[in-house]
């Protein structure tokens, strides 16, 4: 199992440029969630979903996008990118949904908006 | 409302030494997840241990202890002879009253100098 896949590791986008941060899993985990990660800041919950089909704004939903069509994929997209989204983001996977359960996370991705 | 403090920001010993990381939260909730994450240089987040409100027994995993006291409020950690290879980011974190979101404390970064 490849666990938690994130693509692209690293990404250089400038004021106003769109994107797709993509995350899949292959471990049949109904809940799947993003998050930001901001220097001497602890983790902040984007969207989350418990499921396909069914997707939720956490703590910070504000300027991204997200759906889940299947099980395994949950991609971010960025709709107007801002310098104040330059951050690291996780994607994260449970089973059974919730933040009860063990959440296993990818290797993240960079991003820098310039 | 529902919070997570690390108060050490940073702590650098010197190896072999015992070290302990403070994780103090609250919450109104009776059933709770407690966490604790590591986050080393090369960016992974790495899950250590998973902790429910009703189990209070301090656990043991080889160099790496955990002391859960409902009455303070806190979920400590502590790392025994310690190594080099300890050094990381540490994080806390904490389930949320919907269970789909997980609180997390902002970090302890823990340098172990040879």
């Known amino acids: 199992n490849a666990g938690v896949t994130q693509t692209p590791k690293f990404q250089v986008l400038k004021t106003g440029q769109s994107m797709t941060l993509q995350c899949a899993q292959d471990m049949n985990h109904e809940y799947m969630s993003w998050y930001r990660q901001d220097p001497g800041m602890g983790l902040r919950l984007i969207h989350y979903s418990v499921g396909a089909g069914i997707t939720d704004q956490g703590e910070v939903p504000n300027g991204y996008n997200v759906s889940r069509s299947t099980t395994e994929d949950f991609p971010l997209r960025l709709l107007s990118a801002a310098p104040s989204q330059t951050s690291v983001y996780f994607c994260?996977?449970?089973?059974?949904?919730?933040?009860?359960?063990?959440?296993?996370f990818g290797p993240g991705t960079r991003l820098l908006v310039l | 409302a529902q919070k997570v403090t690390q108060a050490q920001t940073e702590i650098s010993v010197v190896e072999k030494e015992d070290v302990t990381l403070d994780c103090v939260y609250e919450?109104?909730?009776?059933?709770?997840?407690l966490f604790w994450y590591k986050q080393p240089p090369s960016g992974e987040l790495v899950f250590l241990i998973r902790r429910n409100s009703f189990d209070e027994q301090n656990e043991i995993s080889g160099r790496y202890s955990w002391n859960f006291q409902k009455s303070t409020s806190s979920f400590n950690f502590t790392i025994t002879a310690s190594q080099v290879v300890d050094s990381a980011v540490y994080f806390c974190?904490?389930?949320?009253?919907?269970?789909?979101?997980?609180?997390w404390g902002a970090g302890t970064k823990l340098i172990i100098k040879p």
């Open positions: 974190a904490l389930s949320d009253h919907s269970n789909y979101q997980l609180i």
């Open positions: 919450t109104r909730d009776t059933t709770y997840y």
């Open positions: 994260a996977s449970s089973s059974p949904p919730g933040s009860l359960e063990t959440q296993y």
